[in-house]
């Protein structure tokens, strides 16, 4: 710990990398699908002929949309297109190891039949379990699932954003009950659950929580072994989110990558994090008009291997429509991702930061297994011809252009550990280029 570091009863609970099994499987994942759906998905960003410009999952909170028609949608939710196992496949055709399922976002609405509430898919007409045959078919592709849950909950009575009067405090006893009782409901239910991954958690109200959120977060570890909760779940006894008053970072990664990266190795402090970004520039839930940039499948490649060199998870965004459909721009991101992944994904599975000078053509990581390190080309130059620059004492061994047929490269050493690869004529680089490099360290 630091010198000055001072005692904490609801701060970090370890310093560095958790170094369990089931940490390292997640530290490896490189690539995960997010899914945010729910009832969001079925105005889909308009209300009585009105565009919303806001995140679609944020629709309730526009003043266009009444509440109570917001709050009578679970009525018609009945998604006759959702297809899990077709899901999931997509899933792994595109390369995600793990996926992340809105179980409830802040609307209340529960995904699962949860006893606790009547505002569940068992009250709606469709009255089935979406979150079981879910994990299940996720399961079976082998990407490990991990279930989104906000804890800020506009539709629980005793909800509330802050404290200020005895009944809010007697009011939010009782919601605190039922946010453990869910989550434990959760667990039981869905016992192959690898991690939560916790929003809403910012209110003035919930950080006041330390102990009790404490005390929370050791239950679900107690109930599943290994379980993997990131840093967005409870504050320290002085109301810190993230890093505790020492600094530190709470729960098992850093979760405050939220559609921006990291740009150096030294942002991210030593610790696991992940990047979960959405497709448009902010539109998580289904919007049926993006508008605005949307991201090519490139470039959210690049967002992917960019995560991989820093030692961070990348994560894309996936929005169902109200009936279960994927939309057509996300299954093309989908297929386009997994063409490129199935020749090169070497270079993002089981990969993480080498501290070599980086340069301008793109991104080095280096495979943990392997050992080998990989070059991944976004920027092709001019002159066919890569600089490298490598640390003293490292011999270059052999370097493969991934999805050449034979094509040979050519190493020329410019000075002492520094060279000039220069790639065959002809190398299709209309997708990012890899190189796998071996190497010899040692003099
Ligand atoms: C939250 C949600 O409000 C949003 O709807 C979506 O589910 C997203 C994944 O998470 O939005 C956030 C959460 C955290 C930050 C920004 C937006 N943040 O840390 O900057």
Redesign the pocket.
Known sequence: RHRSSVTLEHGSKRLGKRTDPMMGVWRNYGLGQ?I?WGLYAIPGGHWDGKYYSG?A??IRSWNEMPKNAYDELYKVFDPKAYDPKAWAKQAKDMGAKYMII?TK??DGFCLWPSQYTDYSVAKSPYNKDIIGPMVEAYDAEGIDVYL?F?V?DWNHPGYRSKLETKEDEEAYEGFKEFTRNQLLELLAFYPSTKGLWF??T?DQAWIQQAAFADELEEEMRSVIPGLIIGS?FRADENGKR?FDTNGDLMGDYE??W???MPNRIEDVNGNDWDC?M?VPENQ??YHSDWKGHVKSSVELIEMMVKAASLDGNFVI?FGPDGQGNIRPEESLIAKEVGEWMESNAEAVYDCGYLDWEKQDWGYYTRNRKTGNVNLVVFNYPASGKLRVKVPKGIKIQGIDLIGTNGGTIDLEEIHRDEYFLGLPKGTDHTKPVVLVMKIVEGD
């Open positions: 997010f945010h995140a999952e944020w809105t976002h802040h989104y906000s800020m929003d809403g910012w967005r993230h979760q405050g939220e559609r921006k979960v959405t998580w839930g965004n």
